[in-house]
């Protein structure tokens, strides 16, 4: 399936019908998506086509803004035209076979099944998922059949052969959906992998809280992983690869950087075992950038902007990340309206900037003097939304460090804990985290997110190795030891795993 892994744990049946008179139905569904919804199925009996792909439309921007899957109850037309990850057919709606004839292999489909025998036919057909109903009665929907019970599901369970993920449907709600996860538990151990449910989230007065609770059920019920945490683990394990990753690639860098850091930043990316070229030249852009692995660009001393916007263009077109430093960015009119073309003119691969300068640009506050951020970020809200809201808009990674560093890919938000407040206390530690990031995404151009976390980890790291030396005494001596730093944890990559402190931030 080319759609990533999918979580079926708690499964949202939407019904237009259930809406409760002061709410509307996209404000149902969008609070059960911030309540933890994993896959979202839109069911719509009545509507007219044409509505109904409209208010599809609606929804997946929903549903992707939260990074969860959409399905389209029967209607194969409507998900191809607004490509949702998938459909949901009954036993009585278009046979399997025709729908993935239909939709190929790189669509969900899922079967609604009530007895053995119709469990075992969508297997062999092929089925990504089985909805297995109804479990209890129901006034959401006429039913047809018998209902199922606990032990009814359990049945289904004991004979799938091989088995592939299923949800319960029919009457579920928070009161019974420990008891029916448990209970229909094979002995063999094939268990429910989620909960599809309609009236209790659609109806409900507070859907986020009552989703927040099933979702806290289910984990526990089928003792799953934390998803916070499986997010973080997945983060640091990147990191550990990635860092090997530079330094068997050693790509190239192409810096235009400022002349304050120009030579800790060339040290800093031979640390971790890329090249850094620091070439101003416009005449060599071309040549260059057909070899590059990466374009650092920081705008600290400022003096030419047509060639920074040339570079990005130039490496963009190679393919090549495109990483900007917006140093300085809120501190005059000038380097504003840098920042703004930049944003415009470039689609970049990562912004990264202290707090001053990305929450200035998502006008969030931010305060710089000159190129030093000032004042707090507003909050550990503010600033995961002001990373968030950018990179959603600027569809690239954001990046802010600070004492804690922020990131997102407009899905997701980690906070990383990691480093020393000696990294203050010198300039162009915030230039050096750039340069370092060009040579993580150079390298790890798969994962650009995973690439930034990782480049952060290594330089906050680096700077936790290096304090902890006897001979490293303030500022002076801090400055030499961070390149130290780098080159160890280039040298030993395990070194992220046994000291990061990385958290996933739900907003
Ligand atoms: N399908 P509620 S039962 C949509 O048995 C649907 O396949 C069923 O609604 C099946 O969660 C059902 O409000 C309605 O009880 C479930």
Same mark, same amino acid.
């Given at each position: ?111 609604? #099944? ?117 997010? #973080? ?93 917006? #140093? ?180």
């Amino acid at each position: 399936m080319a759609y990533k892994q999918i979580d079926y744990s708690l499964y949202l049946v939407t019904d237009n019908t259930l809406v409760p008179p002061n709410a509307t139905f996209l404000g149902q569904v969008e609070k059960a998506l911030e309540g933890g919804v994993t896959i979202v199925q839109l069911r719509e009996k009545e509507a007219d086509t044409g509505d109904f792909i409209t208010l599809a439309r609606q929804v997946k921007q929903l549903t992707e803004q939260f990074g969860v899957p959409l399905i389209i109850n029967d209607r194969l037309d409507v998900a191809q035209a607004v490509d949702a990850e998938g459909v949901h057919v009954g036993q009585d709606d278009m046979p399997l076979a025709t729908a993935r004839q239909i939709l190929g292999h790189t669509k969900i489909i899922g079967v609604s #099944v009530n007895t053995i025998e119709e469990a075992r036919a969508a297997i062999e057909g092929g089925a990504d998922y089985l909805g297995i109903g109804a479990v209890w009665d129901t006034s959401t929907k006429k039913l047809t059949k018998k209902t199922l019970g606990i032990d009814g599901v359990k049945d289904i369970l004991g004979s799938m052969s091989p088995s592939i993920p299923t949800v319960a449907i029919g009457g579920v709600k928070l009161e019974n959906s420990k008891e029916l996860l448990t209970g229909s538990k094979t002995e063999s151990g094939v268990a429910l992998s989620g909960l599809a449910i309609v009236s209790a989230i659609m109806a409900a007065a507070d859907p986020t809280d009552i989703c927040k609770k099933l979702c806290s059920v289910i984990r526990e019920s089928l003792a799953l992983p934390d998803p916070a945490q499986t997010k #973080v683990n997945y983060a640091v394990q990147f990191a550990r690869e990635a860092t090997k990753a530079v330094g068997i690639v050693g790509p190239m860098v192409h810096h235009i950087t400022n002349y304050v850091v120009i030579n800790d930043n060339a040290n800093a990316t031979l640390a971790v075992g890329a090249s850094p070229i620091m070439s101003t030249n416009k005449q060599e852009l071309e040549d260059l950038a057909a070899v590059n692995g990466a374009m650092v660009l920081n705008m600290g001393t400022l003096s030419d902007p047509d060639i920074m916007i040339a570079a990005a263009h130039v490496n963009l077109r190679h393919g090549n990340p495109v990483v900007l430093d917006p #140093v300085g960015g809120g501190a005059t009119a000038f380097r504003r309206r840098m920042v703004a073309r930049f944003l415009n003119e470039c689609q970049l691969t990562v912004l990264k900037g202290n707090s001053g300068e990305i929450l200035s640009i998502a006008g969030r506050g931010g305060r710089s003097r000159g190129v030093d951020s000032v004042g707090d970020n507003g909050g550990e809200s503010n600033a995961a939304l002001a990373v968030k809201e950018l990179a959603i808009k600027y569809k690239c990674v954001v990046a802010m460090t600070g004492p804690i560093d922020y990131v997102s890919d407009g899905e997701q938000v980690l906070a990383i804990e990691n480093g020393d407040p000696l990294l203050a206390a010198i300039t162009g530690s915030g230039c050096m985290v750039t340069s370092i990031v060009g040579c993580y995404t150079a390298a790890n151009r798969h994962d650009y997110f995973h690439a930034t976390v990782a480049a952060i980890l290594a330089v906050t790291v680096a700077s936790e190795l290096a304090t902890e030396r006897p001979d490293v005494r303030g500022p002076g001596t801090f400055r030499a030891a961070l390149i130290d730093g780098l080159y160890q944890v280039a040298q030993d990559p395990s070194l992220i795993i046994k000291r990061a402190r990385v958290r996933s931030i739900a907003i």
